[in-house]
């Protein structure tokens, strides 16, 4: 069995300021993590995602997430963030032979501030 | 990119009748389809997997009578909640993986959600 947690149910933060949402996994086996975002009333966009090779993976919106296996963690980060960037967003985890059979955490609803 | 098409994208029904949910791939093919559930301020439920041309797969606690999953087609899976009542009210949201790219870590697509309400 598998789990994800994202520890912040809500961030708020100013505009142009760094951000950083945090989510941690559990997994007996080797994962794929996924972090999506939902912007009201919308499906799940593909943020990044992280399947083999470099830790670290970036998104074209700023975003990053590195991964991290010692520490079970994927957390997000954008160096500065923009008032679009609000949204509720959600890490997720699967593995080999999970069939895109995707766990998610309980979000993070990203505030961003004037 | 990928497109998901679901439909309707909110819908109000009266306590008792049923509902049905579409969900399409516009421009890819995807033998399997996901059915999630999202209540207020919180995670995604996967409801149940539903496969192209087999019987739906649904987690533990879901009601495959209440939940009607249907995948008749490459492009085409639908959810129908019969009898509905307020508790069924929700926000349901489909995904579909493209069958031409194969796992590993092709992404889900996702359509917009339906936002059911029963009154």
């Known amino acids: 069995a598998q789990s994800v947690t994202q520890l912040d149910s809500q961030v708020p933060v100013f505009e142009e300021a760094p951000v950083e949402l945090r989510c941690n996994y559990s997994s007996s086996v080797s994962v794929y993590l996924f972090w999506y975002v939902q912007y009201p009333n919308q499906g799940l966009q593909l943020l990044l995602k992280y399947l083999s090779g470099s830790t670290l993976v970036e998104s074209i919106n700023g975003f990053e997430a590195e991964f991290n296996k010692s520490q079970t963690s994927f957390h997000l980060r954008k160096p500065s963030v923009h008032i679009s960037d609000t949204a509720e967003y959600f890490c997720a985890v699967t593995h080999t032979g999970g069939g895109n059979k995707l766990t998610f955490g309980t979000g993070t609803q990203l505030k961003v501030e004037l | 990119g990928a497109v998901v098409s679901q439909h309707p994208s909110r819908v109000i029904c009266k306590s008792g009748t049923s509902v049905k949910i579409e969900c399409r791939s516009l421009d890819f093919q995807a033998t399997t389809m996901f059915w999630y559930r999202q209540f207020p301020k919180q995670s995604l439920m996967l409801m149940a997997t539903?496969?192209?041309?087999?019987?739906?797969?649904?987690e533990q606690g879901v009601e495959k009578d209440k939940f009607l999953i249907n995948h008749a087609s490459l492009t085409l899976s639908t959810l129908t909640v019969t009898s509905a009542h307020p508790e069924d009210s929700s926000f349901y949201i489909c995904?579909?993986?493209?069958?031409?790219?194969?796992?590993?870590?092709?992404?889900?697509?996702f359509g917009n959600g339906t936002r059911l309400t029963v009154t």
């Open positions: 995904s579909a993986r493209d069958s031409g790219q194969g796992w590993t870590g092709s992404p889900l697509h």
């Open positions: 539903s496969n192209e041309g087999s019987k739906a797969t649904y």
